[in-house]
Nanobody, 127 residues
């Protein structure tokens, strides 16, 4: 059973930083493109950042570009999202997702493309 487990969420003041982590079980992680999505209650889940299986390419949404950085450590089956200069509008539940792929340089935009999801971790940015 593949499991994605997120950690690192919490409450932070505007301008603060958090680092989200996602660990994966099994051998899925090393054969998957990975991504972070977020969802605010009542709204659609949106792609925040994505990284290819080989980590040669990354994508960051315009809303987080320059503030958030996605990274992966294939040796540790771990995905990270470093979030700096956090804003109240970053408040959401953040989800880790994995898409199994043979293409080491592809990343995927649609949530329907992803095969596995974590349970989510709450990030709240508030003064």
């Amino acid at each position: 059973q593949v499991q994605l487990v997120e950690s690192g969420g919490g409450l932070v003041h505007p301008g603060g930083s958090l680092r989200l982590s996602c660990t994966a079980s099994g051998r899925i992680f090393s054969t998957s493109a990975m991504a972070w999505f977020r969802q605010v209650s009542g709204k659609e889940r949106e792609l925040v950042a994505a990284v290819t299986r080989s980590a040669d390419r990354t994508y960051h949404a315009d809303s987080v570009k320059g503030r958030f950085t996605i990274a992966r450590d294939n040796a540790k089956n771990s995905l990270f999202l470093q979030m700096n200069s956090l804003k109240p509008e970053d408040t959401a539940v953040y989800y880790c997702a994995a898409k199994m792929t043979s293409d080491g340089s592809a990343w995927y935009h649609l949530q329907s493309s992803y095969d596995y999801w974590g349970q989510g971790t709450q990030v709240t940015v508030s003064s």
